[in-house]
């Protein structure tokens, strides 16, 4: 069984940083990747940037540039560095995994930003970042 805890959100002036983490426990493997997620009321979940086993990243192009998607070297923690943040990145942020999802699957979907909430197994319980103008 695998458990997904969030941590770091906040508020933040529009173009200001923000850093959130995700600690993972229970087991892991290298086969699937690790992703973060957003979802505002009303809206789908979105995928905003994923990462693999070997490092390999992925970003959806709304985010690309300005959020860095990073883990420890146990993996053990997995951080999203977001920085010239919009009001628009306001949404409550989750990380996911699933052992059947790796890099080369998110690439045959068009990438994270095209991928499917539905396709990840294993999700933690989210954490709000608010961006205000």
């Not at 200001?16 to 426990?25: A, E, K, N, Q």
Request: hydrophobic share 35%; charged share 20%; with cysteine.
């Amino acid at each position: 069984q695998v458990q997904l805890v969030e941590s770091g959100g906040g508020s933040v002036q529009e173009g200001g940083s923000l850093r959130i983490s995700c600690v993972v426990t229970g087991r892991i493997y290298d086969s699937g990747c690790m992703a973060w997620f957003r979802q505002v009321p009303g809206k789908e979940r979105e995928g905003v940037a994923a990462i693999g086993g070997d490092g390999e990243t992925d970003y959806a192009p709304s985010v690309k540039g300005r959020f860095t998607v990073s883990q420890d070297s146990a993996k053990h923690t997995l951080f999203l560095q977001m920085d010239s943040l919009k009001p628009e990145d306001t949404a409550m942020y989750y990380c996911a995994t699933d052992y059947h999802v790796n890099m080369p699957v998110i690439q045959a979907f068009g990438g994270i930003g095209r991928t499917l909430a539905s396709d990840f197994h294993y999700w933690g319980q989210g954490t709000q970042v608010t961006v205000s103008s």
